[in-house]
């Protein structure tokens, strides 16, 4: 919500809390199925459409953003008076809890004079965000069951690590406070041991297991070596039974390419990325692909990862552009990769390249994917990774679908999709092309 309004704020837009001057109410796209409309007549928001305000769907928004235009509502539009409110008596009672003081009105100023590429004028909008309440109530429980799935992690064992992933997500998505054992019980995903470290949580803050794996010597190295880029949980098992205990012991080993950048930039790597940082770096890319159109506007770019999920702190930068125009051979995803990449680097803000895509020739499998290292310009800032995907407009929804994740949230769609006799990939989802077991 906050990137929205920042956004708006950088088109000329102004805040306002007044309901009489919003003209636009925009409702997250996922929540139309369950959202508590009765919140709008409590908020007195029920008349805006008597005075020709629009109900949107927030996509509306983020898609003016990307094409820097103001684009028409018609397809975005929500016809509340249409919507039967019988489910709305099950939210009264959900209603005291919502946050509504967290609605916020954006309102900007009066329309610019258009220029050849007609400017983005946001109107007064008021913008509705999705409910999280109930992955806050639970967060303490979350945070701690996500140092447990790491712990796991950096020691390989890919059974408990995958048990905590899936509990994680089943919380996550749980629409109420956990209070008791039996109910943590009843959450699918969720088994007795579990259930029993939930409850370690809510009654005492900690999981006692937990401080005494991490006190453990083997797991702390464990841990140092998985933060080395380049390197997994079994990459760093490998040395640790070839006796390294540190890293000046590994600077004397045998490293990749990868690893040998890894340990060089280790400190910055190690540290989490801030939103605010995030959003920096993807500005100057989005410069960078503005460039790159000249008068068109058949590229668009995206944050993807960990930032379009929300989190506060983010490991890497996520970057995916979308091409519009894949039939143009100047803007095939190595081309579009080697004159963004070009830009970068001549503006210093690459170091280093995880990826050798500028060497490939091979047209057929030909890169859409870059790995690197970005710095922002300054001598306190630090190294940070950068992934960039490029997708063709066809590909836009299932991309954004797939690099947006989790690993293990695309993981439980595939595995859906599979049962319906489908592949879904960041490239599209496919019916009826399920491989067949050679052996069955």
Same mark, same amino acid.
């Given at each position: 919500?906050?990137?929205?309004?920042?956004?708006?704020?950088?088109n000329?837009?102004?805040? $306002?809390?007044?309901?009489?001057?919003v003209?636009?109410?925009l409702i997250?796209?996922?929540?139309?199925?369950?959202?508590?409309w009765?919140?709008?007549?409590?908020?007195n928001?029920?008349?805006?459409?008597?005075?020709?305000?629009?109900?949107?769907k927030?996509?509306?928004?983020?898609d003016?953003?990307?094409?820097?235009?103001?684009?028409? $509502?018609?397809?975005?539009?929500i016809?509340?008076?249409? %919507?039967?409110n019988?489910?709305?008596?099950?939210?009264?009672?959900?209603?005291?809890?919502m946050?509504?003081?967290?609605?916020?009105?954006?309102? $900007?100023?009066?329309p610019?004079?258009?220029?050849?590429?007609?400017?983005l004028?946001?109107?007064?909008?008021h913008?509705?965000?999705?409910s999280?309440?109930?992955?806050?109530?639970?967060k303490?429980?979350?945070?701690?069951?996500?140092?447990?799935?790491?712990?796991?992690?950096?020691?390989?064992?890919?059974?408990?690590c995958?048990?905590?992933?899936?509990? %994680?997500?089943a919380?996550?998505?749980y629409?109420?406070?956990?209070?008791?054992?039996?109910?943590?019980?009843?959450?699918?995903?969720?088994?007795?041991?579990?259930?029993?470290?939930?409850?370690?949580v *809510?009654?005492?803050?900690k %999981?006692n297991?937990?401080?005494?794996? *991490?006190?453990?010597?083997?797991?702390?190295?464990l841990?140092?070596f998985?933060?080395?880029?380049?390197?997994?949980?079994?990459?760093?098992?490998?040395?640790?039974?070839?006796?390294?205990?540190?890293?000046?012991?590994?600077?004397?080993?045998?490293?990749?390419?990868?690893?040998?950048?890894?340990?060089?930039?280790?400190?910055?790597?190690?540290?989490?990325i801030?939103?605010?940082?995030v959003?920096?770096?993807?500005?100057?890319i989005?410069?960078?692909?503005?460039e790159?159109?000249?008068?068109?506007?058949? *590229?668009?770019?995206?944050?993807?990862?960990?930032?379009?999920?929300?989190?506060?702190n983010?490991?890497?930068?996520?970057?995916?552009?979308?091409?519009?125009?894949?039939?143009?051979?100047?803007?095939?995803?190595?081309? %579009?990769?080697?004159? *963004?990449?070009?830009?970068?680097?001549?503006?210093?803000?690459l170091?280093?390249?995880l990826?050798?895509?500028?060497?490939?020739?091979?047209?057929?499998?030909?890169?859409?994917?870059?790995?690197?290292?970005?710095?922002l310009?300054?001598?306190?800032?630090?190294h940070?990774?950068?992934?960039?995907?490029?997708?063709s407009?066809?590909?836009?929804?299932?991309g954004?679908f797939?690099?947006?994740?989790s690993?293990?949230?695309?993981?439980?769609?595939?595995?859906?999709?599979?049962?319906?006799?489908m592949?879904?990939?960041?490239?599209?989802?496919?019916?009826?092309?399920?491989?067949?077991d050679?052996?069955?």
């Open positions: 919500m906050k990137f929205f309004q920042e956004r708006i704020k950088d000329g837009g102004n805040i $306002t809390n007044d309901n009489l001057l003209t636009h109410v997250e796209d996922s929540m139309m199925d369950s959202f508590p009765v919140a709008l007549k409590n908020n928001m029920d008349k805006i459409q008597e005075n020709n305000g629009k109900y949107l927030i996509s509306w928004l983020s003016c953003l990307k094409w820097k235009n103001l684009l028409d $509502t018609k397809n975005y539009e016809n509340v008076k249409g %919507i039967e019988s489910r709305d008596r099950k939210w009264e009672e959900k209603l005291n809890e946050e509504v003081g967290e609605t916020s009105s954006l309102l $900007t100023s009066p610019k004079k258009k220029s050849k590429r007609k400017e004028d946001l109107l007064r909008c913008v509705i965000p999705s999280s309440s109930s992955v806050k109530k639970n303490i429980v979350i945070e701690e069951l996500e140092k447990l799935e790491n712990v796991y992690d950096v020691r390989n064992d890919t059974s408990r995958y048990s905590y992933k899936r509990a %994680i997500s919380i996550s998505l629409d109420k406070e956990i209070k008791t054992y039996q109910e943590a019980c009843s959450i699918p995903g969720i088994g007795q041991k579990i259930a029993s470290e939930i409850m370690e *809510l009654e005492s803050g %999981i297991k937990l401080e005494n794996l *991490l006190d453990d010597e083997k797991t702390k190295i841990k140092m998985c933060n080395v880029w380049g390197a997994g949980p079994h990459t760093a098992e490998m040395w640790y039974s070839q006796g390294m205990r540190n890293l000046k012991d590994l600077r004397r080993g045998k490293l990749t390419r990868r690893q040998e950048i890894g340990l060089k930039l280790y400190r910055d790597l190690s540290e989490k801030p939103r605010q940082e959003i920096k770096i993807f500005q100057i989005e410069k960078c692909v503005t790159m159109n000249g008068d068109e506007s058949s *590229l668009g770019v995206e944050l993807v990862g960990s930032y379009r999920r929300g989190k506060e983010c490991g890497d930068v996520d970057v995916m552009i979308v091409n519009h125009d894949d039939d143009d051979d100047d803007k095939r995803p190595g081309e %579009i990769l080697k004159k *963004l990449w070009n830009l970068l680097k001549i503006q210093g803000f170091t280093d390249d990826v050798n895509f500028i060497q490939s020739d091979n047209t057929d499998k030909e890169n859409r994917k870059y790995y690197g290292i970005f710095k310009k300054g001598d306190e800032e630090k940070r990774r950068l992934d960039i995907f490029v997708v407009g066809r590909e836009y929804a299932s954004l797939h690099y947006t994740g690993a293990m949230f695309n993981r439980t769609v595939k595995i859906l999709a599979r049962k319906k006799n592949i879904l990939t960041e490239r599209g989802l496919y019916a009826g092309t399920i491989r067949k050679p052996g069955g």
